[in-house]
């Protein structure tokens, strides 16, 4: 790992313009360097490799802020006559940086002439000015590519359009705009994409560095539906059982206090899997006043929850009566089809009504999770995964998520949790292997009612 | 569904050690999140490979590794006496069921014999076979049976606190799901595939050794119905290679069964009794080979998927490759109610303004008895050298410097301005405009740029004016 990158970038521009956020978000490192909105917050040269295929192929470098452009070009140009402007970038580097006036502004010309190219980071609610032409004047005579970056672009006062056209007309026509707050995988790529225009020997690998991102973060994202979904199913099967004596409000509180954990577990385990603070977010109190019997028959979604179960249990039954008919050679006329059909039903109308009234008989009450809990608990994580694909690491705000609507994300994902609730009556956490039949398909329905990255 | 092409070849690992993974998984999703041991971390990085790869080479590493696998190896060992024991007791009772099937004569009737050694055994594989569709629904039951039994069998015995005991977990993932399912399903093939060797062997050793009267008679089937049935049945032992023609040496209505009977037999209880068992038992343990090879590879479960930064970093920290030299400028003692004690009043008449920054052709803000004089930009070197001159020729003259609010303070802005204070006598101020803006951006950033500002100014040395606080924020 201690290899030299195979590029180099440095991250230059004015100070306070999110060049350390950029570096954050990029490296989805949210703990690189320290972030403020005041002047000079950086004040030495660090550096992250992007490492493909295991070996570090992209190395991003922060640098000090340039404040004091002008006075420099000032100093250059009273500096004896160089041959071309790169000399004398290197004239001034070798002397002692007007008595240490310019220090940080030499840190950013010696680690831009130690790279392959630089990203100019840009505040575009800053308007477009003249000293950042002397910014530009100077960078350019350092003699490598560079790459504007307009950030801030998802505020409402940036004006990209301005920059823009101001940059083509200052030479910059390769540009990207980023938002190191507001994610945009979109946006990402185009910046992996213009580096790659101005650094033609490298596309190559900038490209496969991309791709190697983009199946990463997918294979992310399908981890956090997996942890929501193992989540969802968990608590749908939670059945806290006590004595007839206890007051049905202990096990209220009993119930509700285990899901609260279970929730807080996923909260937590999807923070980490998108490399954010697990204080980013932290769920509001569960408004879980009342557990009930899911399966109470006059309950809409228990009916529904009932039939699909019914009839697949039905449907099984059915299967197993036609393998019959079958072996007898028809002999006989589909009979035991209808038997197998009604024998399954059956089991299943047993399990479901039958079983509350067998625990009563032996003395046991029993509480189950609320439909409305568990769609509540489905829209607030899918919102959270949401709002975590468009956070990026430089946002030092907890994710603010508007309140969720009742109901849940998608009727798709609301049966798929139902059903899965009496397969996983009882728990799943000591049989890891029962995952793939009650949490896949719950899964696959939480990545589909969260959407593209 | 993996990040590296390469996740997805599987590499021969032994199921102790995917046992293992798929154990330490439960533990630390159960535990909320991954133990910490850089230890074992580094030895994972160092082994290399694909993901699966040094996620098991984490877990053996772990402090507690040694105790898991002595525990992994317990339940295996366990599982592999009980499957011993089952086997050997079906084969016994195979044995016993061909010798008392024989011994109900004389003579001994071979529909009977077939009956009791292959009929049972064809019947329950039929049954199995049928349950196969329903055998996702009742295979979690049967893994919580094996729970329950295990509880009251370890919890009995040793009085081990269930909950965290390391072999219940292991059994659990052994007899859950897809594992479960084939687990259970090749533990009986095995049984009844005993079974029917046991008697085979039995009948092969006991109709070598002894003279039995064999007869293919029954009470209610005419011969000629025996007859029809041996020829329909008779495709297995004739592909076995046994004499299937001249069965039926019959002698006044009697149908007695010489060699070529016990023969056909023989090759009947292979054929229709070892083989099927054989063949689905093969079945059922590739499927299970299958299933439990995905143990420690089910690489989206949170309790794998978190370690992926971990075992395969996707970045590295460089470090500080160019470290400041100096300390930051401590800011300058402003005591903020001194300093309004303090304040300076606006100048009046004639004024020298500069815009701090290319503001274009903006008109500056009214302040009374204030004419406003020069108001070039001063962003650019050659600006400023003009505007130092400006301020040098009127020495007595006030100078206000006016800067947009949201424009970050800077040490160019401090340096020009220091500049300017020593090049005059009279009082330089700072200006701020364009509030509204800042005020946008919230409370707490507002409040934040207007004491840099005020720093900056009282670095520069500038006649103290206090910023004015937006309405509501002070
Ligand atoms: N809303 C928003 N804030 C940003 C963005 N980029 C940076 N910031 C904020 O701008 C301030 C300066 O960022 P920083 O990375 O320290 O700038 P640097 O001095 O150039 O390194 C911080 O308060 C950041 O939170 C962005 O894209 N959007
Ligand atoms: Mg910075």
Known sequence: MTAEAKVQIAVVGHTNTGKTSLLRTLTRESGFGVVSARSASTRDVSGVALICDGTPALALFDTPGLEDASGLAEALDAQPEAADPVAGIEQFLAGDHGQGRWEQEAKVLRQLRRSDAALYVIDAREPVQTKHRDELRLLGACGRPLVPVLNFVASDEADPERWRSQLARMGLHVQASFDTVVYDAAAERALFDKLGVVLDAHRGLLQRLMQSREAEREAVTLAA???????????????????????????????????????????????????????????????????????????PEALRSFGIRAGSAAATGGAAGVAVDAAVGGMSLGAATVL?????????????????????????????????????????????????????????????????????????????????????????????????????????????????? | MTGAGTDDTPCPSRLADRLLAALVCVREEAAGHPADVPAADAAARQTGGDFARRIRARAAALPDAPALRKAIQQVLGRGLGLLLLVVALAGFSGAFAAAAALDAGPPASLPLVLLLLVGSNLLMLLVWLLGVPLSRRVTPSLGRCAMTLWQRFAGGRAGIDAGDDPRRTVLGILVGGASGRWLAASLGHAAWLSFALGAWLSLLILLSVRAYALSWDTTLLAPATVA?????????????????????????????????????????????????????????????????????????????????????????????TDAALAPPPAAPPSPPEAATAHAVPWPSGPVLGLWLDDAGDRRPPALPNVHWHGLGATDTAAARTAARAAVAAHPQRPVLVLARATMSPDRGAERFMAQLRSLTAAPVQLVLIDMDRLVARGPAPCRQRLADWQTLALRAGLEHRPLQWPEGLA
């Open chain 2, 228 to 320: 029809a049935w041996v020829h329909g049945l008779s495709f297995g032992p004739a592909a076995l290679g046994a004499p299937v023609d001249h069965l039926f040496a019959g002698t006044a209505g009697q149908t007695v069964a010489g060699q070529a009977g016990a023969q056909w037999l023989l090759a009947a209880a292979l054929a229709y009794g070892v083989l099927p068992r054989l063949l689905a038992l093969l079945c059922c343990g590739g499927l299970w080979w299958r299933a439990q090879a995905r143990f420690g590879r089910d690489l989206q479960r949170s309790g794998y998927a978190r370690l992926r930064r971990r075992l395969m970093p996707d970045r590295v920290l460089l470090g500080v």
């Open chain 1, 225 to 299: 539906c997996r942890a929501v979904a193992t989540m969802l199913v968990e608590v749908a099967g939670q059945r806290h059982q006590a004595p007839l004596h206890v007051p049905q409000a202990d096990i209220t509180e009993a119930l509700r206090r285990s899901i609260a954990a279970a929730e807080q577990r996923c909260v937590d385990a999807v923070l980490a899997l998108f490399q954010f603070d697990l204080q980013a977010y932290q769920p509001p109190e569960l408004p879980l006043t009342e557990g009930r019997w899911t399966l109470d028959p006059l309950d």
């Open chain 1, 340 to 453: 197998g059909a009604g024998l399954g039903a059956a089991w299943s109308g047993a399990q479901t009504f039958g079983r509350p009234w067998l625990d009563r008989l032996r003395g046991h009450q029993q509480q189950v999770a609320d439909p409305a809990i568990l769609a509540l608990l489905a829209t607030r994580q899918v919102a959270l995964l949401r709002a975590l694909l468009r956070r990026g690491h430089a946002a030092d705000t907890p994710v603010q998520m508007t309140p969720t609507a009742q109901g849940w994300p998608s009727a798709p994902l609301r049966d798929a949790v139902l059903r899965a609730r009496h397969r996983s009556a009882g728990g799943l956490a000591a049989t890891g292997a029962e995952h793939d039949t009650a949490v896949s398909p719950v899964a696959h329905q939480v990545r589909v009612a969260v959407g593209a990255t």
